[in-house]
């Protein structure tokens, strides 16, 4: 009985779908005639000719680009990357669409190639470096000038540097800088006063001649004692442990050494602290172009349209309804940029950015979060684009809890994870499985998931089918996507290693104590690399004591990672945040707290793996067809003096397919 209803229902559906499909045809005058019973036999025939004319009717024409208008007349590039910046200073520059503005309209030594991401010259027509990488020289071009008419000099680079310097703490990305020398937190020591002298902060000097860079206004700590007066003072690089502590009162005469030299007019020589065979391709960051000035011109929040430059474009106007960059009259390769204007056009959201789009306002669209559905939407059409962002997702070990000091232990959680699963199921496409901690190379040595091996490497350490192992501590952000990834991997881990996994869900302000503390046995953290220097993103990563999460994180909205994220954007922190101690003395000469090491190559990370690589993020645009040279890449730094317009390109009629 349960069988026969059980047909007569999907018969019964069959009927429906049938008469839904028949009632559009138009060689049907009654649908239902073919349900009488003497047509039953031919229902398998009939079925076969309703979908096939159904598809010829219903099936959609195929649009090869989500908006095909017709390119401007003029020379202009509209392009919305995100809401309206906040700041030109190239020092506070920290994501789209500030970084965008400051890439258009100064130039800094180098360029990134947005193709290939190798430093390419700019300011500086070429380089050279010593033998040992830490004494790095670059020779400048004499047609470079400011939008004044000046000749921009060594001298620039010089001064605009050492403001970079100066702003210690406040400065945005002090990552980048801390190989350099002069550019290290600086050190306190206590020192004894002589009589009843007391002071209370050193006096801010001005730059002499020897290239020294001047303290700062230093709080100086002081023991009330009468006994024992004490106070803080600023120590130098070079140590006088030799000698007799010198006098508080004639401290002022000692001054930190500036590795930014101005050699004469046109040579600039930079000092390292350690050795970096990518510098080039780090001066090329934002942060590093020269500003006209001491950079008063930045210390209002109101943009000033006036504010002089040296890159391709200038500023013209600032306004609610964008920014509009013109094509510099003394830009010295001003007869190669073929732009004439470009206007950065704000948008409040993904869904304004897409109307504007579709409508022709637009010729570009980045920096927007766009909605789940929204992607699959646009995942068809050929003006859509998605790209691998350098945004790195990983799990920090601590390696001074055993059993993570063992590095086979290490390496078999590692490679038992299926990134593949992660970033296609759980993330539905929206991420970039990472096997390695840097997304610049796909030819660089990877990290193999192999479950076989990782449960040999843990009978070896000591732990066969996961025996006696210690339950996992795993913490991460309250955040419902790292929540769920969690889970899936501490599932992967039991699955193949028999390993049980501990879950802990803390706040930004907790998972930051809980990481100074050493609290946690993995714990999970996002870098953003702004730079394709190996040397500092791995300095950065992998620093014993790191950044703080303002200056590297991945922005997050709800559980849709924004890799491009909105500046203006409101950001759940992702990244712990050292002690106030050991953010003070903070440099790349610090040693790692294991064995001594310090990570500095992708290779030593990948041979050590003090972190599980997961997933690197997506960034994703929208470029009109007659738009050519706008470049989006891993940094999401494409460069306008590179992009053309297509005056002549036009709409071609989409063909239907059958």
């Not at 809980?514 to 950065?540: K, Q, S, Y």
């Not at 950044?547 to 759940?572: D, H, L, Q, R, Y």
Request: charged fraction near 25%.
């Amino acid at each position: 009985m349960k069988t026969r209803r059980g047909e007569k229902e999907t018969r019964r559906r069959g009927e429906k779908a049938i008469l839904r499909l028949a009632s559009r045809l138009p060689f049907f005058a009654s649908p239902r005639l073919l349900f009488s019973f003497s047509s039953l036999l031919l229902f398998p025939v009939l079925l076969v000719v309703l979908m096939n004319g159904c598809s010829e009717l219903e099936k959609p024409k195929t649009e090869p680009f989500y908006a095909e208008t017709a390119p401007p007349p003029k020379k202009e590039f509209r392009w919305s990357n995100g809401k309206s910046p906040k700041t030109f200073d190239p020092a506070q520059a920290v994501a789209p669409p500030e970084t965008d503005v400051v890439r258009a309209v100064y130039e800094g030594l180098t360029e990134t190639d947005p193709q290939n991401l190798k430093a390419i010259p700019a300011t500086a027509t070429g380089w050279q470096s010593s033998e040992d990488l830490k004494t790095w020289t670059f020779n400048l071009r004499k047609n470079s000038k400011w939008s004044n008419g000046e000749r921009v000099t060594a001298n620039d680079f010089v001064r605009s540097w050492r403001r970079l310097a100066e702003m210690g703490n406040n400065l945005v990305h002090r990552e980048l800088v801390r190989n350099i020398v002069g550019f290290q937190p600086v050190k306190l020591e206590v020192l004894p006063v002589v009589g009843n002298v007391t002071i209370d902060i050193l006096p801010k000097f001005p730059v002499n001649n020897n290239n020294l860079l001047p303290f700062q206004n230093t709080p100086l700590i002081q023991n009330q004692s009468n006994s024992n007066s004490a106070v803080i003072l600023p120590k130098s690089a070079e140590s006088n442990s030799n000698n007799a502590p010198p006098n508080p009162l004639i401290e002022e005469k000692r001054a930190t050494p500036f590795g930014v030299e101005a050699v004469d007019d046109f040579t600039l020589k930079v000092s390292l602290l350690k050795p970096d065979k990518d510098f080039p391709a780090l001066v090329a960051h934002s942060m590093f172009r020269p500003i006209y000035g001491d950079g008063e011109d930045f210390e209002t929040d109101k943009l000033n349209a006036g504010i002089v430059t040296n890159g391709a474009f200038r500023i013209t106007s600032v306004g609610q309804d964008g920014i509009t960059l013109d094509r510099a009259e003394n830009y010295w390769n001003r007869e190669a940029v073929e732009l004439e204007r470009v206007k950065l056009v704000p948008m409040e959201n993904a869904e304004k950015a897409l109307a504007a789009y579709r409508a022709g306002e637009i010729d570009a669209v980045t920096n927007a979060d766009f909605e789940p559905l929204a992607l699959k939407l646009l995942a068809t059409y050929e003006d859509f684009q998605r790209t691998p962002h350098a945004a790195i997702n990983f799990y920090e070990f601590n390696r001074k809890n055993p059993p993570f000091d063992d590095k086979r232990v290490r390496e078999a959680l590692a490679i038992s994870i299926e990134r593949d699963r992660i970033t296609e199921g759980e993330m539905d496409g929206a991420s970039k499985p990472a096997f390695n901690f840097l997304p610049f190379d796909d030819k660089k040595t990877k990290l193999v998931q192999d479950a076989a091996r990782a449960k040999n490497l843990f009978a070896e350490s000591g732990f066969p089918g996961g025996e006696n192992f210690p339950a996992v501590r795993l913490l991460v952000n309250r955040n419902n996507l790292q929540q769920k990834i969690a889970r899936v991997v501490a599932k992967m881990w039991k699955k193949h290693l028999n390993v049980e996994t501990e879950i802990v869900v803390k706040d930004a302000g907790e998972l930051d104590a809980a990481w100074a503390a050493g609290e946690f046995d993995l714990i999970r953290r996002g870098v953003v690399l702004p730079t394709t220097d190996e040397t500092v993103n791995m300095a950065t990563i992998f620093a014993p004591e790191k950044e703080s999460p303002t200056e590297n994180k991945i922005a997050e909205t709800g559980e849709n990672i924004v890799p491009n994220g909105n500046s203006n954007a409101a950001t759940a922190v992702s990244t712990p945040e050292p002690s106030p101690v050991n953010a003070e003395n903070n440099s790349m000469s610090n040693e790692n707290p294991v064995e001594g090491e310090t990570i500095l190559t992708e290779e030593e990370a990948i041979d050590e793996i003090p972190a599980i690589p997961l997933y690197f993020s997506t960034s994703y645009s929208l470029v009109k067809p007659f738009i050519q040279g706008f470049d989006i890449n891993v940094l999401d730094a494409p460069l306008l003096k590179n992009v053309r317009i297509d005056n002549n390109w036009q709409p071609k009629t989409a063909k239907s397919e059958s």
